[in-house]
């Protein structure tokens, strides 16, 4: 039974430039979540996607969008790169209703 | 006031201490409460839900005071392997069926020989 995959695992890009990170759910999950964590912090909510929607948003700019796929998989796209970026990006995925949610190991994002 | 905030550390013991984590939580809404274990440079792992009848396993135990909205996790009999950073997470439904993880700073702690 996979667990949740990201990819890439690491990532290194200019400012102003876009990214694009994926996400598959773990198996049998169809409900996306996306953190970012700061070095020395813990993760803060991007937002989630259920059902090929966005459904929850935390306190990001429109610079962070994201896309959930027909196969529950998510994309998180982040446009005009600043240094601030730079972060480990996770992914975690639940099942709809479900409070627990499972994690996948991350992309490192760094931003040049 | 942060929506979660845990005791800054870092937190050094020797192998065989106890030690114990704090966390307070702003949101009286919220609805669920847990502990993830970090390691370095992984990502956060579920350790652990937090009741409020308490609650136990193995060596360690997790406390929640509604009242209070205050969180604790006790590790006794600390072991090597117990190194990593430990993350107060609490929930809350916005009104639909879908939950957003809040995660507090993280407690970074040593376990040395």
């Known amino acids: 039974d996979a667990g949740v995959t990201q990819s890439p695992t690491h990532l290194i890009k200019t400012r102003g430039q876009q990214v694009t990170l994926r996400c598959s759910p773990k198996s049998g999950h169809d409900t996306v979540s996306w953190y970012q964590q700061a070095l020395g912090q813990g993760p803060q909510f991007i937002f989630q996607?259920?059902?090929?929607?966005?459904?929850q948003r935390g306190n990001f700019p429109d610079r962070f969008s994201g896309h959930q796929f027909p196969n529950y998989s998510s994309e998180l796209n982040v446009n005009a790169l600043l240094l601030g970026d730079s972060a480990l990006y996770l992914c975690?995925?639940?099942?709809?209703?479900?409070?627990?949610?499972?994690f996948g190991p991350g992309t490192r994002l760094l931003v040049l | 006031r942060k929506e979660v905030e845990q005791d800054p550390g870092p937190f050094n013991v020797p192998e065989g201490a106890t030690v114990a984590f704090n966390c307070t939580y702003s949101?009286?809404?919220?609805?669920?409460f847990f502990w993830y274990r970090q390691d370095c440079r992984k990502e956060p792992k579920l350790l652990m839900s937090v009741y409020s009848s308490g609650n136990e396993d193995g060596r360690f135990t997790a406390q929640l005071n509604r009242a209070s909205q205050y969180i604790s996790l006790l590790i006794r009999d600390s072991k090597l392997s117990d190194s990593a950073t430990y993350l107060c997470?609490?929930?809350?439904?916005?009104?639909?069926?879908?939950?957003?993880?809040?995660f507090g700073k993280g407690t970074l702690l040593t376990v040395n020989p």
């Open positions: 949101n009286s809404a919220s609805q669920s």
């Open positions: 996607y259920y059902e090929e929607e966005e459904r």
């Open positions: 997470v609490v929930t809350w439904n916005s009104g639909g069926s879908n939950y957003k993880l809040t």
């Open positions: 975690a995925s639940s099942l709809v209703g479900a409070e627990t949610q499972y």
